[in-house]
């Protein structure tokens, strides 16, 4: 079919549509065949023609001989179904779904207006175009001596680590074992002894609880909250030897009393069992000068000590807000720094070793990001030091023949 026909073509009733393309006899002699439902006449003057005549009439003749095309309704409809698609490309024409077979009869699924997804959830649902990967969360997680500086000492190894950890989970049900306010009031015993001692709120209960894996020591805001030594047991409670105490000294400086300080250095130069105390210096703050009196009071009575830095998660992710890579990079350069001080100062002079350890620790009670700092190093520490630590085969470096001067270049003449 070939022109282009109007619009008014789409008509189910149009009949002038189809009159051309029909034969003059079976126009006359056949309306049926015409598509027309019936004939209608026009009364003129003088002559009464049919519709059909008229269009034939008008018609080009056409040899006798060969006949017209003869096209169906349905061929028609379509093909004007078609044109008139070409020429509206936007409009939404209905378009005829094909039969589905008899043996599959299948209920169309109709979907709630709630599965209906809005033009947002349509947007979001589209694949999106790759972008860069998300950066991943590992720098986070911090080596287990990241934290710690050894200069006279090796760093614990990850099987001491956990012999530590284990340690303390064997904790009795009840571990406080003593409270004493005075040196002379102390409960005598053979088990080895530590003590955690430092400034009012540096954190020493919070630390123990954390140590112990339960609240065993009373946390406050206000300073001034400890008021006497307070002892608890860790390990076999049935063999002394294998089993450690370890005390909660009250703070000093803010909040503290000087009673309380007469009664910590009689402990600390008197008591026989203790094997190590174990100095806290906020990570945050630093040294102050009462910490300085006290490290000048360790190394005159030879005591042995060692640092430890609390609150380290203060100074490396504050306000509990996770840092980017460089953010942390640089924290953990202050933080060496501050290790640096504190190393000067616990040893000014490295050839003497008036009961300092070569070693400090850095921790915090908290876990930032679902990972424990320092915990694990520092009861490996309180281990060593009663020698309760998992004891490791160190390789030595194989003997080598040892090979003289003149051996090699000859006596001289």
Not at 126 to 134: C, E, L, M, N, T
Not at 278 to 287: H, P, Q, S, T
Not at 320 to 332: C, D, F, I, V, Y
Request: glycine residues 8%; aromatic residues 6%; charged residues 25%.
């Amino acid at each position: 079919m070939t022109g282009s026909l109007p619009m008014r073509c789409l008509r189910s009733g149009s009949r002038s549509v189809f009159g051309r393309y029909v034969a003059q006899s079976e126009a006359t002699s056949n309306a049926a065949t015409l598509g027309v439902r019936g004939l209608r006449t026009r009364r003129r003057v003088g002559k009464t023609t049919t519709n059909a005549e008229e269009v034939v009439a008008d018609s080009p003749k056409t040899p006798p001989d060969v006949g017209p095309e003869v096209i169906s309704w349905d061929e028609i409809a379509a093909k004007i179904e078609a044109l008139a698609t070409q020429r509206l490309p936007n409009s939404q024409s209905k378009k005829t779904k094909p039969p589905k077979p008899a043996g599959n009869k299948q209920k169309p699924s109709v979907s709630s207006p709630a599965e209906k997804s809005s033009p947002k959830q349509a947007a979001t649902s589209q694949p999106q175009q790759a972008g860069p990967p998300p950066k991943s969360r590992d720098y986070l997680k911090l080596p287990s001596n990241s934290l710690s500086e050894h200069w006279d000492t090796l760093p614990p190894s990850q099987e001491q680590l956990v012999h530590a950890e284990k340690f303390f989970r064997q904790r009795p049900p009840r571990p406080f074992v003593w409270s004493a306010p005075k040196f002379h009031s102390m409960a005598f015993g053979s088990s080895p002894e530590v003590c955690f001692l430092g400034r009012s709120n540096v954190g020493k209960s919070s630390l123990l609880n954390s140590l112990f894996g339960g609240n065993i020591a009373n946390v406050s805001s206000k300073p001034g909250r400890t008021k006497m030594m307070n002892a608890f047991n860790v390990g076999d409670n049935t063999d002394p030897l294998k089993n450690l105490v370890v005390l909660d000294m009250p703070g000093y400086g803010k909040g503290g009393h000087a009673d309380w300080g007469k009664e910590v250095l009689k402990y600390l130069g008197k008591r026989k069992e203790l094997k190590r105390a174990f100095m806290l210096v906020d990570a945050e703050v630093g040294l102050k000068k009462t910490d300085e009196q006290l490290l000048a009071i360790f190394r005159k009575e030879e005591i042995p000590h060692q640092i430890v830095l609390s609150k380290v998660d203060k100074l490396l992710f504050p306000k509990n807000r996770k840092p980017s890579e460089g953010a942390l990079e640089s924290r953990m350069q202050v933080l060496k720094r501050v290790m640096e001080t504190t190393r000067r100062t616990t040893q000014p002079n490295p050839e003497d070793m008036s009961g300092a350890l070569g070693e400090i620790i850095g921790c915090c009670s908290e876990r930032p990001f679902g990972q424990v700092l320092g915990i694990n190093e520092v009861r490996h520490a309180m281990l060593q030091a009663a020698g309760l630590e998992k004891k490791m085969d160190r390789k030595l470096i194989a003997e080598t023949e040892i090979v003289s001067h003149d051996d090699i270049f000859g006596k001289d003449p």
